[in-house]
């Protein structure tokens, strides 16, 4: 799938109306069901378990439509020495993806991490952080034109709270229009492709998700070529509120802008071992979630990163949680994964 279909799906799915009800009524797999209400259904595809694990693949292949690396994509693999690209695990996985009739997102055109030590320690000009910033994202969207349908260009600008810019090497070299420039790059790169600007809040949303879609709207109004705002949507319990109606007004709020919002990254880590409440809790979430996306006209991307606690970021990143994501270590469906499927299957 490109960009134009992607857009054609959109189109498809205003116009769908009734007939989309009783499709989805007899479909079982998350993919089937994601297809009849045209969303791009996708998931963070570790490499390794690609290469190494026949029932990730067919999981993956059978339930998803769409792919975003979780890894290979980013500054340190594609661009380890300065000029010297790797795409080779970029396109094991954009090949898999084209093999299975899916999708590709890619993530990150300009982010704080994950960049390779040349680039986070180097002393560059503002015209030398331009042109590498200019080769890196040319040479990368460059190379998958056609075949990754949308970009995360910058990935979160904003600092925890949401008050000012994070400090990056862009930053540091360009000031704050490095966004506009990361942008620009991709879409001369591939004009057909989706960019997003992409981060997360804590509460959400709240004070920094707010001023996330008047980053959005602001880079539209001033002929900047956004296609939309990404949410990640890392959920922790206790820390993490989640209010759906407010979400669905930032949804509006960016469709008035003519903006799409995605929803970019959702796992939900609990402490561990998991209890059946917060199994449940995180099963109302995803479900409430997918519900909220599939009532705005301007959501039809649900990335999930990892389907299976057997491969996810969380237990490494926060000690302690876990089971983060909507199938176990043996690839059996959670209830998240249950409520998904049921909030697909819902009547629009
Ligand atoms: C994470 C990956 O899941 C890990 O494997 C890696 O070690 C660090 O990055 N926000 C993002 C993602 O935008 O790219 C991050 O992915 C998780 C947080």
Known sequence: MGGSELRARRVVRLAAGMSTVVLVASCSSLRGLADQRDIALGTAVDNQALAQEDDYRQVLANEFNL??????????TTEPVRGQFNFAPGDELVGFAEAHDMAVKGTALAWWFQNPPWLETGQFSRDEAIDI???????LVGHYRGRVAEWDVVN?????????????????????????????????????????LNDFDGPLPGPKSQRLV????????????ITGLGMQFHVFPGITSIDFDAIAEDMRQLDDAGLEYAITEWDMGLPLPAS??????????????MTTCLQAPNCDTFVVWGFTDRHSWIPGAIPGYGAATISDEQLDPKPAWTAILEALRAEG
Do not use: C, S
């Open 67 to 76: 792919v975003v690396p979780e890894n290979v994509m980013k500054w340190d």
């Open 133 to 139: 910033l200019r080769n890196h994202i040319h040479t």
């Open 156 to 196: 979160e600008p904003l600092d925890l709270g949401g008050d000012d810019y994070r400090d990056n090497p862009w930053l540091r070299a360009i000031g704050p229009d490095y966004i506009d420039l990361a942008f620009q790059f991709a879409h001369e790169a591939d004009p057909d492709a989706e960019l997003f």
């Open 214 to 225: 008047d980053m959005a709207i602001d880079l539209k109004d001033r002929g900047v070529p």
């Open 276 to 289: 059946p409440a917060d199994l449940e809790h995180q099963a109302e979430l995803a479900g409430g979630l």
